[in-house]
């Protein structure tokens, strides 16, 4: 996962969230053929076969109902549910009302500046387990962007159908 802020000397910059070594997601900043997905990106993952379940956007900078659907959706999906989340461009203008959905996954973005960017896997329910990178300014988003390399593993009981994940970043 790699997060990516705008910047006002439109330098092109990207980001992207890959399974297997294959790009799910992808958005950038002034790059051709590439959409700049403004705001928030959560990607469900589907643990035992590393595949995408659905992936959102939140444009919380140009949407201010964005940061309540974000949280609503985050407080909708199932215990022990893994998410990705990874911002591009400017996520921060109206994120407050997400704010605290985000906290209770593990990730603490409060710190977050205008353009600053973040990136997080996340266990919904396990708020110890979630792995969060985040450059604080645009200055510091532009120079070393968000960046997490991990490994997720499932295992699956056959009798109750529960699954225990553990996440791994280097």
């Known amino acids: 996962m790699l997060a990516y802020s705008g910047t006002t000397h439109g330098r092109p910059q990207t980001g992207y969230v890959k399974l297997n070594g294959v790009a799910v997601w992808q958005g950038a900043w002034h790059v051709v053929n590439i959409s ?3 705001g928030v990106n959560t990607i469900l993952i589907h643990p035992f076969n590393c595949s995408v379940q659905e ?9 201010t109902d964005a940061a309540t659907k974000l949280s609503n959706y985050l407080q909708l999906l199932n215990h022990g549910s893994i998410i990705v989340g990874v911002s591009a ?23 977050v500046q205008y353009r600053g960017s973040f990136g997080f896997i996340a266990q919904k329910g396990f708020p110890s387990k979630t792995v969060l990178r985040k ?6 988003s532009n120079s070393q962007q968000p960046y997490i390399n991990a490994i997720v593993t499932g295992t ?9 994940v553990d996440i791994y970043s280097s």
């Open 36 to 38: 700049n997905l403004r």
């Open 55 to 63: 992936s959102r956007q939140f444009d919380t900078h140009g949407s």
């Open 89 to 111: 461009d400017e996520p921060i203008r109206y994120l407050t009302n997400a704010t605290s959905t985000l906290q209770l996954l593990g990730a603490d973005i409060s710190d």
């Open 135 to 140: 450059a604080l300014t645009q200055a510091e």
């Open 156 to 164: 699956q009981r056959a009798v109750a159908y529960a699954s225990s």
